[in-house]
């Protein structure tokens, strides 16, 4: 019954490969965000989905491309790996744009 | 953009003591999240506090919006509190985009 889930919840990948990581919320919440934190733990939002429409869209590498095939998925693929991408990555839900986040529990990926 | 400050950076308490993290923020906001992300990396919703004052167990948080500070306070404190513990705001032009401040690191001894 978690609220917010991530698959997977490591992902050790090489250099200039391509990969996915998925986001599902029982919530029934209508946005849906990905954030990264980096080594320093700063948090950064990347993207921002309401009801399917991405709403927020920050200065990150057209590498990275989110997909909603509907309110309750967000997934986020990477093209083209590179060391940089090294981070965890956390997905998030709120009833709307304006709401109480609630966190997945992260994806670690490790860029060798 | 908006600027989100938290102090002190990092905090080292002896379990039972009391502590009371700020959060100074540049600019008018529609929303305030308190978040603490324990040492296993999960990220908990402690508060959604865009103004007033609200309280939750050991721990409550307080907003003012008009003076761009938001301040959460942990009473008795306990080992299980240690983590990072993250302010986030949003504009109220830019909804469904929070910034976080860098954290305070809270370490509560035994």
């Known amino acids: 019954d978690t609220a917010v889930s991530q698959t997977p919840k490591y992902l050790v990948t090489q250099m200039g490969n391509d990969k996915s990581i998925k986001c599902e919320q029982n919530l029934g919440h209508d946005t849906m965000y990905w954030y990264k934190q980096d080594s320093k733990k700063f948090l950064k939002i990347m993207f921002s989905?309401?009801?399917?429409?991405?709403?927020i869209n920050e200065t990150v590498p057209n590498r990275f491309s989110p997909k909603s095939p509907d309110k309750a998925h967000l997934n986020l693929h990477i093209n083209s790996l590179e060391l940089g991408d090294s981070a965890v990555y956390f997905c998030?839900?709120?009833?709307?744009?304006?709401?109480?986040?609630?966190f997945g529990p992260g994806t670690r990926l490790t860029v060798l | 953009g908006i600027q989100v400050e938290q102090s002190p950076p990092d905090l080292i308490l002896q379990e039972g003591a009391n502590s009371t993290l700020r959060c100074n923020f540049s600019?008018?906001?529609?929303?305030l999240q308190w978040f603490h992300q324990n040492p296993w990396g999960q990220l908990i919703n402690l508060f959604y506090i865009p103004s007033g004052t609200k309280q939750n167990g050991r721990l409550s948080a307080t907003t003012v919006a008009t003076e761009r500070y938001s301040l959460l306070y942990i009473s008795s404190s306990q080992t299980t509190d240690s983590g990072v513990y993250f302010c986030?705001?949003?504009?109220?032009?830019?909804?469904?985009?929070?910034?976080f401040g860098d954290g305070t690191t809270l370490t509560v001894k035994p």
């Open positions: 986030a705001v949003e504009l109220y032009t830019n909804a469904g985009k929070s910034t």
């Open positions: 998030a839900s709120s009833q709307d744009r304006r709401g109480h986040q609630f």
């Open positions: 600019d008018s906001v529609n929303n």
């Open positions: 989905y309401n009801n399917k429409e991405l709403i």
